[in-house]
Each structure stands twice: as structure tokens, then as C-alpha cells.
């Protein structure tokens, strides 16, 4: 089998490690399977979901797009 070397920063490798450790896979699988820019999208995605989560179980609702146009205009 081949092996390929990636130099990272040690702040990406502790990234890196967290990530494939949130997925259940070793760091090689996690490298074949995904580039940094979807694992970063993907991330951020997350990041957004959890976020709403906690805003909505925290008592606040989350208003839409339209809703906003209708009181403030097309600002």
C-alpha cells in the first residue's frame, strides 16, 4: 500500500483528529474520504445546526426571511 505525506498545522492535525473522531473512522479514512474544504463546510454546517438547536430549546424563535422583509422592507 502507498502512503502519502500531508503537512498540516498542529492546530488543522488536532482538527483533523477531532473530526475523524466525531465521524467513528481512523484519520487515513477521513483523508480519503473527504477534502478540506467539504470537511470545513460540513463543520461549519454542524456548528449551525447545534446552534439552532440550543436557540430553540432555549425558549427563542427563530423568525423568517419574509417575516423580516414585511417589517423592516427591502432594505
Known amino acids: 500500500m502507498a502512503m502519502i505525506t500531508i503537512r498540516v498545522s498542529d492546530q488543522e492535525k488536532e482538527w483533523l483528529d477531532h473530526m475523524a473522531e ?13 477534502s478540506m474544504a467539504q470537511l470545513e463546510d460540513e463543520y461549519d454546517k454542524q456548528t449551525a445546526d447545534i446552534a439552532h438547536k ?3 430549546e432555549g425558549g427563542k ?6 417575516e ?3 417589517e423592516f ?3
Not at 466525531?22 to 473527504?34: A, D, V
Not at 424563535?61 to 419574509?66: A, D, N
Open 22 to 34: 466525531f465521524y467513528g473512522i481512523t484519520l487515513s479514512e477521513l483523508m480519503k474520504t473527504y
Open 54 to 56: 440550543l436557540w430553540v
Open 61 to 66: 424563535e427563530t423568525v423568517s426571511m419574509t
Open 68 to 70: 423580516m422583509l414585511k
Open 73 to 75: 422592507g427591502g432594505v
